[in-house]
């Protein structure tokens, strides 16, 4: 945690003197005083996923002194087994020497779990063996779809008025007396009016559309996320708080079910609506395309 406090990570130096046994800052930041080792957007998503996690000045998922990335999935994966589904927790045993991701208990139903070091081996396997472009191009975001239908009734909308407007316009330059001017006057400015919000919600629509599909662009290029994977000997806190993001920013929920056989099905949904399912049973995982799922992959998870 005090890594990601201090700005040096980015290359500032702040001079700073002791007061009352406290640091405090002295002078202007000197920037470019160290080496940068990360980038400032890999500081910001750093800081953002430590605000989130905690809101009230409480660290969950792992231990609140840990400065370790613990949980690659924190926030991401839940117990559908039951209704309503319920987050699951990261949960280390030391002396056991692995880690488990255990679903809240209540009253009615004992809380699900499973070995987290297992699962995370063998749904990084999954990621490396992953058709990216296929997922990408496999559907658009709900964020996406929605904002594309209404900018095209907006669109609609906007070509109806401006015709409107054309047609009453050139009906004015005819020989009208002056109520019918008066009429048809009025008619324009409503509708000139109707064109100038119309226009407005088109340009807001076409932002939100293309911040929705920017959002869908880590699919088309999961470089940075596999070489992550591949970079993680020897692991380092550092690493895992990169590949934590780099996999937030293309997953957007993973629904873990739980079977009386043993087995554990795992439905990946990533940030454009795109699912695929993923069968966990021991030390093996199976790649279960959802739609294709006849010929299934039997990958050994460590």
């Given at each position: 945690?005090?890594?990601?406090n201090?700005r040096?990570?980015?290359?500032?130096?702040?001079?700073s003197?002791?007061?009352?046994g406290?640091?405090?800052?002295?002078?202007?930041?000197?920037?470019?005083?160290y080496?940068?080792?990360?980038?400032?957007?890999?500081?910001?998503?750093?800081?953002a996923?430590?605000a989130?996690?905690?809101?009230k000045?409480?660290?969950r998922?792992g231990?609140?002194?840990?400065?370790?990335?613990d949980?690659?999935?924190?926030?991401?994966?839940?117990?559908?087994?039951?209704?309503?589904?319920?987050?699951?927790?990261?949960?280390?045993?030391?002396k056991?020497r692995?880690?488990?991701?255990?679903?809240?208990?209540?009253?009615?139903?004992?809380?699900?779990?499973?070995?987290c070091?297992k699962?995370?081996?063998?749904?990084?396997?999954?990621?490396?063996?992953l058709?990216?472009?296929?997922v990408?191009?496999?559907?658009?975001?709900?964020?996406c779809?929605?904002?594309?239908?209404?900018l095209?009734?907006?669109?609609?909308?906007?070509?109806?008025?401006?015709r409107?407007?054309?047609?009453?316009?050139?009906?004015?330059?005819?020989?009208?007396?002056?109520?019918?001017?008066?009429?048809?006057?009025?008619?324009?400015?409503?509708?000139?009016?109707?064109?100038t919000?119309?226009?407005?919600?088109?340009?807001?629509?076409?932002?939100?559309l293309?911040?929705?599909?920017?959002?869908?662009?880590?699919?088309?290029?999961?470089?940075t996320?596999?070489?992550?994977?591949?970079s993680?000997?020897?692991?380092?806190n550092?690493?895992?708080?990169r590949?934590?993001?780099?996999?937030?920013?293309?997953?957007?929920?993973?629904?873990?079910?739980?079977?009386?056989?043993?087995?554990?099905?795992?439905?990946?949904v990533?940030?454009n609506?795109?699912?695929?399912?993923?069968?966990?049973?021991g030390?093996?995982?199976?790649?279960?395309?959802?739609?294709?799922?006849?010929?299934?992959?039997?990958?050994?998870?460590?």
């Amino acid at each position: 945690m005090k890594t990601l406090n201090n700005r040096s990570v980015l290359g500032e130096y702040q001079p700073s003197r002791v007061v009352a046994g406290k640091k405090v800052p002295e002078g202007e930041v000197i920037f470019n005083y160290y080496p940068q080792i990360i980038s400032q957007s890999e500081w910001d998503a750093a800081r953002a996923e430590m605000a989130r996690k905690a809101p009230k000045g409480m660290y969950r998922g792992g231990s609140r002194t840990s400065n370790v990335a613990d949980n690659l999935f924190t926030g991401l994966i839940y117990d559908k087994t039951t209704e309503p589904e319920r987050s699951m927790n990261f949960q280390r045993k030391s002396k056991a020497r692995c880690s488990w991701l255990i679903s809240a208990w209540d009253k009615e139903h004992k809380g699900n779990r499973m070995r987290c070091d297992k699962f995370e081996t063998a749904f990084l396997v999954f990621l490396t063996e992953l058709d990216w472009k296929s997922v990408a191009g496999s559907t658009e975001s709900d964020e996406c779809k929605a904002a594309q239908f209404r900018l095209n009734q907006v669109l609609g909308e906007l070509d109806k008025t401006n015709r409107r407007i054309a047609a009453k316009t050139a009906a004015m330059d005819g020989d009208l007396d002056v109520p019918t001017l008066q009429v048809l006057a009025g008619q324009v400015a409503k509708d000139e009016a109707k064109a100038t919000e119309l226009f407005a919600e088109k340009d807001a629509l076409s932002t939100s559309l293309e911040v929705a599909r920017t959002k869908c662009e880590a699919l088309y290029t999961p470089e940075t996320l596999l070489a992550l994977i591949q970079s993680r000997t020897p692991e380092t806190n550092d690493v895992r708080l990169r590949l934590r993001n780099e996999i937030r920013r293309r997953v957007e929920k993973i629904g873990i079910n739980f079977s009386k056989t043993g087995s554990t099905t795992a439905t990946i949904v990533f940030v454009n609506g795109a699912r695929k399912a993923v069968i966990f049973k021991g030390d093996s995982i199976t790649l279960a395309y959802q739609h294709d799922y006849v010929r299934p992959e039997i990958v050994p998870a460590a």
